[in-house]
């Protein structure tokens, strides 16, 4: 369990139909592009995250237009999530590109924290049960489903990577608020976590 990723301490103009590859292939486009790790999932942003990240989003594809591009777009604030957390770095570009308004802020204190403890992330994080519960052209209310069971901290000046056991708690739903940009980039503008969720086991 990679705690820095966790409330609890312990987006994309491509065609929605596209076969996904989360973490590796799509274009970056207009956004910051600094590779991400292979992963059977949704198609996103090229990341350049670590070799010993793996990020795996399931495509959660509906048939409809406007949700599919929504889930696409964040997809990459998924990515984006890893991306500063591997930088720990509260002026990244990543930050301020796909998190705007409080989700913003509790990422600043999360990266900071993160940073003062000298903690990284490594390890598989899932993502999936993405479901778009309402949206308008602009705004839109994202669920989804967390897995850190395979997701562990580490010593950013050792490099040692911290074993954990895994726990109901690594776990999470989460259900959040997209607002697209001026631009066009979908940023996370909310979230609320519920750790040991059932229905994510």
């Known amino acids: 369990m990679a705690t820095a990723l966790s409330l609890t301490a312990c987006g994309s103009d491509s065609d929605a139909n596209e076969p996904i590859k989360g973490a590796e292939q799509g274009d970056a486009g207009s956004t910051p592009s600094p590779k991400a ?10 990341f ?18 406007a949700k599919d591009a929504i889930l696409r777009a964040q997809a990459e ?5 890893q991306r ?9 570009t990543f930050l301020s590109t796909y998190f705007t308004g409080k989700a913003e802020a509790f990422y600043t204190q999360q990266l900071q924290q993160a940073k003062k403890r000298g903690k ?20 839109a209310y994202v669920s989804y489903c967390e897995d850190q069971t395979k997701a562990f901290p580490k010593d950013v000046k050792t490099k040692k990577v911290e074993s954990t056991t895994p726990t109901p708690n690594d776990y999470t739903r989460y259900d959040t608020v997209l607002r697209k ?5 979908w940023q996370l503008q909310n979230l609320s976590a519920r ?3 059932k229905e994510c086991q």
Request: proline share 6%; aromatic share 6%.
């Open 77 to 81: 604030v998924l990515m984006a999530r």
């Open 84 to 92: 500063v957390f591997v930088d720990l770095d509260p002026k990244s």
């Open 195 to 197: 750790p040991d969720a």
């Open 37 to 46: 790790s292979q992963s059977s999932s949704a198609k996103v942003a090229d």
């Open 48 to 65: 350049d995250l670590p070799s010993d990240i793996k990020v795996h989003i399931t495509p959660d594809k509906t048939g409809d237009k």
């Open 181 to 185: 940009a001026t631009g066009g980039v």
């Open 120 to 139: 990284t992330i490594s390890g598989t994080y899932r993502y999936y049960d993405r479901k778009v519960t309402q949206h308008t052209s602009d705004l």
